[in-house]
């Protein structure tokens, strides 16, 4: 039987010496793995379609038991050419890519999650910041992992007093009175909660040109990592090497300063 799925690769692994195994994102019906079949032959009419981030139409072969299917042909409706001749895009889109993948099961179809990847790839393609793409991007992942931190009051007494500290261990805000009960509590600006709170309920296609300053920035990484760390039992190859790539930048750009 043949089908017909809209995707984008998220990941994409070696099978041989030909051939790999691609993992789709589908707006159909989720994540799903596809057996490439020559699609690392120079002249492969897959080769394209099968590379990491590419968004097609593929038509696949898929049998009445439960292996996987084999992809027969894709039609190309983007390859994000200016987002892979760009380091620092690239890292990101491997970095988001990875964490849909490991936080999401196969066969579960989510049209919005599919969106909103599609979107950030195209934001990203299109020069746009990369890395408030990324937070609002973490910030949505950790929703669909069931993890929502309160950012609308007080998580302990339900109290809207400022300024706000955020804890990790008790799941979002904290006002000055309750802060004592979480030592650890990270203090952020108003800035830094009113834009998390924001990208919880943000819809990509709307968004503009957003101005972050350089503290908000790492107050808003500071903190959702603080609450990926603690919640989710993932380890990303990509985080590490988009971390130091970040680290460099902040040199390069203190230097220039």
Known sequence: MLVKWEGIVIRSVDYGESSKVVTLFTRENGKLGVMARGSKKTKS???????????????????????????????????????????????????????????????EPNPYMFQLLLHTFRYLDEGRDAEILCRIFETKMLIVAGISPQLTACVNCGEQREPYAISVGQGGLLCPVCQPSDPYAMAVTPSTWKLLRLFQVFDLERLGDIEVKPATRNQLKHVLRGFMDEYLDIRLKSRAFLEQLERMERMTQSDQD
């Open 45 to 107: 009419r897959l080769a394209a379609v099968s590379q990491l981030f590419s968004h097609s139409y593929y038509l696949c072969k898929a049998g009445p038991g439960t292996g996987m299917p084999d992809l027969s042909q894709g039609d190309m409706l983007d390859s994000f050419r200016d987002m892979r001749q760009s380091l620092t895009a690239t890292a990101y889109a491997a970095y988001i890519a990875e964490l849909l993948d490991r936080l999401t099961q196969e066969k």
